[in-house]
């Protein structure tokens, strides 16, 4: 009974709304909609703009920082190719004196016997 009587109180409804009139003025944004649109995307594009500058600085203060790394690096490695005539050692737990350090029986691994 109650099944029955949905698609007709549907209808109903649906034959109201058609014949209600509104006035557009009342659901439109009007002016201060457009005003407050426009103020969140000025708010919007300065916060992008900020956020680019601030992504650049770091940027290039990574590049900076890393090319006075390589720097200080290369004068490490002179002042000992004019100290020792050797250049820096390549392998951990090397020194000028001895050349590579041997490995130990003690470290994990396969062993070379």
Do not use: C, H, K
Request: aromatic share 4%.
């Amino acid at each position: 009974m109650i099944i029955g009587a949905a698609p007709v109180l549907v209808a109903a409804a649906l034959v109201r709304a058609e014949e209600e009139e509104f006035d557009p003025n009342l659901v439109t944004p009007g002016v201060w909609g457009f005003v407050l649109t426009f103020v969140i995307m000025l708010v919007v594009v300065l916060l992008v703009l900020d956020m680019v500058r601030r992504i650049r600085r770091v940027n290039y203060r990574a590049e900076v920082r890393a090319q006075i790394e390589a720097e200080e690096l290369e004068e490490l490695e002179e002042r000992l190719a004019a100290e020792g005539g050797a250049s820096a050692p390549d392998a951990p737990g090397a020194t000028p004196e001895n050349g590579p350090a041997e490995a130990s029986d003690d470290e994990d691994g396969p062993s070379a016997r």
